[in-house]
């Protein structure tokens, strides 16, 4: 299902979060089976039909599974979606590189700057990284925005060890 047709929102990245939203209330109103006393539509039907809607609106949401999406619904016949890790080596040292970063800064005076630095360098990557994603989606390079949402989410698994090691600190 294309959830950006659901919603009547752009296939982009980069979307109207408040017209996802008062769309998403649209939607609810008409087919959730507590606020539709209709009976042109069966309740089990509605209930199906709200739970599509529930899915799309926290897919499109998040700026992660929303590009996920965008791949799924551009992806050609035979394109499988999940990257062979040994095809993505480069991807590999950094993110070893990166870890072994949070691991140094571990060992370091003055932890909570430096990891706060750390973490405003990770999220100008990954922001980085979701700009050269968007170019890739709109060329039709979906084997390359594959590849690049792939980098994406080891940069979110770095961004999270290394928020949990802020929150020790604090």
């Known amino acids: 299902m ?10 982009e990245l980069k979307i109207d979060k408040k017209k996802l939203k008062k769309n998403f209330y649209i939607l609810q ?9 209709k009976k042109k539509i069966k309740k089990k039907d509605q209930l199906l039909i709200s739970i599509k809607i529930n899915q799309g609106y926290n897919i499109l949401k998040n ?21 062979n890790i040994t095809k993505n080596k480069d991807i590999l040292i950094e993110k ?7 691991q140094k800064i571990k060992k370091k005076p003055n932890q909570l700057i430096k990891i706060k630095n750390f973490i405003k360098k990770i ?7 979701f700009l050269k994603f968007n170019k890739k989606i709109k060329e039709k390079k979906i084997e390359k ?6 980098h994406i989410s ?7 060890k290394a928020k949990n090691f802020k929150k020790k600190l604090k």
């Open 2 to 11: 294309n959830y950006f047709k659901l919603f009547q929102l752009n296939q």
């Open 29 to 37: 109103k008409k087919y959730h089976p507590d606020l539709n006393l």
């Open 63 to 83: 700026k992660f599974s929303r590009a996920n999406h965008l791949l799924d619904i551009n992806k050609k016949k035979n394109f499988y979606k999940k990257n």
């Open 96 to 102: 070893f590189n990166l870890y072994e970063e949070i």
């Open 123 to 129: 999220k100008k990557k990954k922001n980085l990284l």
């Open 145 to 150: 925005a594959n590849k690049i949402l792939f």
């Open 154 to 160: 080891f940069i979110y698994k770095i961004l999270n």
